[in-house]
């Protein structure tokens, strides 16, 4: 039997199977070894009492891969955009509690055992949890409110919600389904367009439906294939994101147009999805970095590190343990460590422009760098690695001994102002305003922030403060050393996709492999993709004579 409202069996699981899987896989498979650890620590507590131990993680620089000992097959290739996929969850009621619980009350993303179905082959006891930043920032709490933040005025990534007394541009019309408090105006410059849509809906609609917990097929959730089965993986994948909103068209077009621009990115596909025998919405699959990814970057070998959101990229001292909630080691466990991280950071913090310019091709592959940055102002994407979710990870080359970044969620990517310049900070709102390396609105008049989170005066997000901004992008961009390598990456990407038309086919590829649910029609899928290719040709015509493409700045 299942509750109607929810689609979850009403029976428990046992007891046994639920109290096994709130124990961690390591603990669970290495028991001994850590009962053996914990004898140690007692034994080390007693005869050290107070005194300070720093641990660090060492070893040789060889790059080892974890191993895989059990590769799911399937029956067809999950990433062939050419065949119909299928997807489909089943998670015990109270598990989902647990997971739902784990986030409103801690704002922790707990996984919990559920069983998968893809394209017709089971898996069992995998592991799922939520996933995102910004994309979380839409999922309240059963009273309303955002989990963890207090009164509802912000999300994960710190977005505000609107205020309280804010009243649209006169002409401009909400989407439908949601409403805007009564009385305060929109950010200056983010006003909306002809119509009332926010452009690029296939993102996060900023003022649209929230995600909740009442409809656990629209959540956006990482699967871990080996989070209760070591060494376990699908076609040699052992993580996938499940993303949110249908058909998130926009994120899986600047998938393809980084791919398309030589760099690195991920693997997506799209698929029909259901949870526990609900209704069966879209969903884009998008491979989440892992071992197998990280080591399949680039020529040599090479470590990936990828940056919190909460991530505040500054030197904090030498001590690795400082740095551990903020950076995390996707490969190369044991034989490397997050010093390649603290050296870049400390010599960022001591480095003044002159040095900045003089060194900065020591430690970051300076070609790599200016193409990103290139290619995020292309997109339009204002939670790149200065946004507030920090989306991006680093990737050090061993060789070298240089970083470059990998760019990561780009599910706010091609939903901004389409007429920003070579050299215009990329907002996150529709018409720009951007603020800083970020792009983030002034906030609106009546705007409360939460708990802890200042706001400098003059209403504006700190430039360059905790949520927004990266020294790494922000002292590169405003160096003069640096203008040519930006510059020529910005022009290449632009003639070779936007110019050329590439980027609209590019749409119309992707748009071939979205298949229609009872939550997506194929004309909403043809809008979509109407609307985004129009917006990729404002994007070009309004670029056609910024000074960076015509060489004359």
Request: aromatic share 8%.
């Amino acid at each position: 039997m299942t509750d109607p409202n929810t689609n979850f069996p009403s029976a428990p699981t046992t007891l046994r199977r639920r109290l096994v899987h709130r124990v961690p896989r390591t603990v669970r498979q290495h028991w001994k070894i850590a009962a053996t650890l914990l004898v140690f620590v007692v034994v080390m507590a007693t005869v050290f009492g107070s005194t300070r131990i720093r641990p660090y993680i060492t070893g040789d620089a060889t790059v080892i891969a974890s191993e895989i000992t059990e590769n799911v097959q399937g029956t067809v290739d999950l990433f062939d955009p050419t065949v119909s996929h299928s997807i489909s969850i089943d998670v015990d009621v109270g598990d989902y509690q647990t997971l739902k619980d784990s986030f409103q009350n801690e704002g922790v993303k707990e996984s919990v055992p559920a069983d998968i179905t893809i394209d017709g082959t089971l898996i069992a006891d995998v592991g799922i949890r939520l996933k995102g930043n910004s994309t979380l920032a839409t999922l309240s709490s059963d009273d309303g409110s955002m989990p963890g933040r207090g009164g509802g005025t912000a999300g994960t990534s710190g977005r505000p919600a609107p205020a309280d007394g804010a009243a649209m541009p006169e002409g401009a019309a909400m989407p439908e389904g949601a409403a805007m408090p009564e009385g305060g105006a929109m950010p200056e410059g983010a006003a909306m367009p002809e119509g009332g849509a926010m452009p690029g809906g296939a993102g996060m609609n900023m003022f649209g439906e929230p995600l909740s917990f009442d409809a656990p097929e629209d959540l956006p959730f990482l699967i871990d294939f080996a989070e209760y089965s070591e060494g376990r993986a699908y076609q040699g994948h052992t993580t996938l994101s499940l993303r949110p909103y249908t058909p998130a068209l926009n994120e899986s077009v600047s998938l393809a147009i980084t791919e398309a621009s030589g760099q690195a990115t991920q693997d997506f596909t799209y698929t029909t999805y259901s949870v526990n025998d609900s209704a069966e919405t879209t969903r884009l699959v998008v491979v989440a970095p892992d071992d197998d990814y990280a080591n399949s970057l680039e020529d040599g070998d090479g470590v990936l590190y990828k940056v919190g959101a909460e991530a505040s990229f500054t030197y904090e001292g030498d001590d690795q343990t400082t740095y551990a909630e903020q950076y995390t080691q996707i490969n190369a466990l044991g034989t490397a460590d997050l010093q390649p991280i603290i050296t870049l950071l400390k010599w960022l913090d001591g480095a003044d422009q002159a040095e900045f310019d003089a060194h900065l091709a020591d430690y970051v592959d300076v070609d790599s760098l200016a193409n990103y940055l290139a290619l995020q102002n292309l997109l339009g994407n204002g939670d790149d690695m200065g946004g507030p979710g920090k989306n991006f990870y680093l990737y050090y080359d061993l060789d070298s001994k240089t970083f470059s970044v990998v760019s990561w969620d780009l599910n706010l990517a091609l939903n901004s102002d389409s007429t920003a310049g070579a050299n215009d900070a990329v907002s996150m709102m529709p018409g720009g305003g951007g603020a800083g390396g970020g792009g983030m609105p002034q906030m609106p008049e009546g705007f409360t922030p939460p708990e802890g989170m200042e706001i400098p005066e003059g209403g504006g997000m700190p430039e360059g403060g905790p949520m927004l901004g990266n020294s790494l992008k922000d002292m590169f961009l405003d160096s003069t050393e640096f203008t040519d390598e930006y510059d020529a990456a910005f022009r290449t990407i632009y003639d070779e996709l936007w110019a050329s038309g590439r980027v609209l086919d590019i749409v119309d590829e992707v748009t071939a492999s979205i298949p229609t649910s009872a939550a997506l029609t194929q004309e909403e899928i043809d809008a979509e993709a109407a609307e985004l290719k129009s917006r990729l040709q404002i994007r070009t015509d309004a670029l056609a004579d910024d000074p960076v493409v015509t060489g004359s700045s």
